[in-house]
């Protein structure tokens, strides 16, 4: 089953991410085996990817009694926040008419910089127009700052903003740089997989056929399918978009599919977290009908 091929750290992020995160951000390790279990993952497959993300920094774990806790570290809760903030590149903003240009010159002893640099740009929604030249149209300064002081490179990096005057138009522009012909082929096999998908599991849950777990592992599995398209689409305003541009459609699949798996979900997950986690509060600001995934945009459309 689909479900079983998604690796056991993969999800314990996903859990943490849509879920833990918004209960006081920390877990009874029985809960969160538990949880992986509906997904095909054992006690020691849990317990093992626990041990290595602490490891890597990402977890911390706390005894209480002879039960232990595990929490997101501080690098942890940045990296989530930062995963939400990147998730609103899919808004497709207005366009000022402007690309923000960098270009570096990064020295072959600091190559391994140059490679995590090359991937920090992807995920950001930049475009390679040639060689350590990168383009986008987003307004993407802060991300700009925030690598150069991250990777201390402010000695090999230039960054511009200018207006495209030349020679090409900016659709021309915009194919050198990013594959969106690939991008909307993988925005119409989301639809054609989730469409019925989608209409099948409305009618079961309108009808009371769809478990509670059933539903918790399909909009987990939903989220996991649709983050994809953070690593892929660049997040362009609508100006420089194909006519024939699905990601909308999609968008407005997953809002709609969400919303609608998202409170038997929500009950399920809470009734597991229940038990070994009494004295850890729901934070009162979250609304399990929101998910970052939603822009606004998509939300007009559902």
Known sequence: MEKKTLNTRSMIFTLYGDYIRHYGNVIWIGSLIR????????????RAAVSRMSKQGWLQSE??????YYYLTERGRDRMDEAAERIYKLESPKWDGEWLILVYTIPEEKRHIRDELRKELVWSGFGLLSNSCWITPNPLDGQIHNLIQKYDIEGYVNYFRASHEGMSDHKSLVQRCWD???INELYSQFI???SQKYIIDKNKIEKGDMSDGSCFVERTMLVHQYRKFLFVDPGLPQELLPQDWLGDSAAALFADYYKTLAEPATRFFESVFEQGNQEIKKDNHYNFLDHPYMSPQSNNHS
Not at 35 to 46: A, D, I, M, T, W
Not at 63 to 68: D, E, L, V
């Open 192 to 194: 054609q997989n989730y």
């Open 63 to 68: 005894k209480k009694g002879n039960k232990s």
């Open 180 to 182: 969106l012909d690939e």
């Open 35 to 46: 949880l992986l279990k509906e997904f095909g993952h054992n006690e020691q497959s849990v």
